[in-house]
């Protein structure tokens, strides 16, 4: 079992910065495949980023359209991975989840179902 906890939230003007953090704690997190997702209201949610575990070597991946404004990291030896979001934009309101799993392979990481654990969401408000 993954116990996630999610901070960082908050209210930001359009072109401002917020870091999301993700504390996990239950089993051994340096091997696990960590995500991002949200959920803008009214809408589906949607993947965001994610980082594999060591034993992927690390790899990242993100939305299309978060791509260069967004980065996702990792701290194994404080069970964290954290999102750092940079020049936010309205369309970037939204409840922000995040997610851990095991065995996901490179092409899966980018689907919700591939993850078996979700924290309780934190809200991103960005504003014009």
């Known amino acids: 079992q993954v116990q996630l906890v999610e901070s960082g939230g908050g209210f930001v003007l359009a072109g401002g910065s917020l870091r999301l953090s993700c504390s996990a704690s239950?089993?051994?997190?340096?091997?696990?495949?960590m995500g991002w997702f949200r959920q803008p209201p009214g809408k589906e949610r949607e993947f965001v980023a994610a980082i594999r575990g060591s034993g992927g070597g690390g790899n990242t991946r993100y939305a299309n359209s978060v791509k260069g404004r967004f980065t996702i990291s990792r701290d194994n030896a404080k069970n964290t991975v954290s999102l750092l979001m940079n020049n936010l934009e309205p369309e970037d309101t939204a409840v922000y989840y995040c997610?851990?799993?095991?065995?996901?392979?490179?092409?899966?990481?980018?689907?919700?179902?591939?993850?078996?654990?979700w924290g309780q969401g934190t809200q991103v408000t960005v504003s014009s």
């Open positions: 997610a851990a799993g095991s065995g996901i392979i490179l092409s899966s990481m980018m689907s919700s179902s591939s993850y078996n654990y």
């Open positions: 239950g089993r051994t997190f340096s091997s696990l495949t």
